[in-house]
């Protein structure tokens, strides 16, 4: 079936650190790739996305490139801030149906 | 706010009443989902739907929850004879074109619904 699966977490960082957020799927149509991001008390709100092979989403500093071969789609930011902490979702939809399907998520928490 | 708006925020129940709770996509949007969020888990697909039809339910528990989208007004999804179980996050989401695999949907703040 289709599925994503994220790195567990929490993750802890410091400012100004390399983050990075493992994400891979199984899909059996041809899938499009999403990150959403969820502040406290918020609702989800994308982050980036990629819909075909090698496509990379950027966005404030966020990158992830869709890897067919190794069914990948790893978020990844250069220099995380305060401001990032939240929680991070992996996700993704297939050309055969209706739904997205969510990863668990992953915690992060940046320190000053 | 042009965004998708839920309400309430916050609802609790007690056991055995029921929960309705309503979701406006945004505006040009006319497919409707609805995502239910259990503590430390991802968001589980319930329902899809189109003004006044259900597209896809099967996510959607067999009995107690039903789902409407009318032709006038809010989506609404009803849990009827609440447990404790139902406790969770649910969110709407919302896109202009169900079924285009390549666009996001646009998600609500939610409501989260406590059971005592």
């Known amino acids: 079936g289709d599925s994503v699966t994220q790195m567990e977490g929490p993750v802890t960082l410091s400012e100004e650190a390399f983050l990075t957020i493992n994400c891979t799927y199984t899909?059996?149509?041809?899938?499009?790739l999403f990150w959403y991001v969820q502040y406290p008390g918020e609702g989800l709100q994308l982050l980036l996305k990629?819909?075909?092979?090698?496509d990379k989403g950027s966005n404030k500093g966020f990158e992830a490139t869709y890897r067919k071969e190794t069914t990948s789609f790893h978020l990844e930011k250069g220099s995380v801030q305060v401001s990032d902490s939240a929680v991070y979702f992996c996700?993704?939809?297939?050309?055969?149906?209706?739904?997205?399907?969510f990863g668990t998520g992953t915690s992060l928490t940046v320190i000053p | 706010n042009a965004g998708v708006m839920q309400n309430p925020r916050h609802l609790v129940r007690r056991r055995g009443q029921e929960a309705r709770l309503r979701c406006s996509p945004m505006?040009?949007?006319?497919?409707v989902y609805w995502y239910r969020q259990l503590p430390e888990e991802g968001l589980k697909f319930m329902v899809y739907?189109?003004?006044?039809?259900?597209?896809?339910e099967s996510g959607m528990p067999k009995e107690r929850f039903s789902a409407e989208f009318p032709k006038e007004g809010p989506s609404i999804l009803r849990i009827q004879q609440v447990v404790r179980g139902d406790s969770a996050a649910y969110f709407c989401?919302?896109?202009?074109?169900?079924?285009?695999?390549?666009?996001?949907?646009?998600f609500g703040d939610g409501t989260r619904l406590s059971i005592l």
């Open positions: 505006k040009g949007h006319s497919h």
């Open positions: 996700a993704l939809s297939v050309n055969t149906g209706n739904q997205f399907y």
């Open positions: 990629a819909t075909k092979a090698d």
């Open positions: 899909a059996t149509g041809y899938p499009s």
């Open positions: 989401a919302s896109s202009p074109n169900g079924g285009r695999h390549n666009q996001p949907q646009h």
């Open positions: 739907l189109q003004k006044e039809n259900i597209i896809d």
